[in-house]
């Protein structure tokens, strides 16, 4: 992916930030479709740190997905994270699983705090 692309998507996702949430809101879903589909780890990293941000219980389920099948552990902490920040208690079996078994030790530490805070 080029520079340019990547710059662009996180400042349109990060832009996501600046407005206040609504439903049906355009940006959060944006913000979704990065986490899910985006091939650049860094646009998802920052997908999930706006969801949580603008504690979008929208995107819970694909913030669990995040926590469970995503590659990189920097976007399974910031998954973590936000779920922690919406405070949805459906994600509480997938922190429970990420604190139990994530292959990375950073993950399970992040939810396990997260749990904690629950």
Do not use: C, N
């Not at 819970?60 to 995040?66: P, Y």
Request: charge should be positive; hydrophobic fraction near 55%; charged fraction near 20%.
């Amino acid at each position: 992916m080029g520079a340019l692309r990547v710059v662009a998507l996180l400042a349109a996702v990060a832009s996501a930030a600046l407005t206040s949430p609504s439903a049906a809101d355009p940006q959060v879903e944006a913000a979704i479709r990065a986490l899910r589909r985006d091939s650049s780890l860094k646009v998802r990293t920052q997908a999930a740190i706006v969801l949580g941000q603008r504690s979008a219980a929208e995107a819970v389920q694909a913030l669990r997905e995040a926590v469970s099948e995503d590659g990189a552990a920097a976007v399974r902490i910031a998954a973590v994270t936000a779920l922690g920040k919406i405070g949805d208690r459906r994600a509480r079996s997938t922190l429970r699983h990420a604190s139990a078994a994530d292959p990375d030790g950073a993950v399970r530490s992040a939810a396990a705090r997260v749990l904690a805070g629950f």
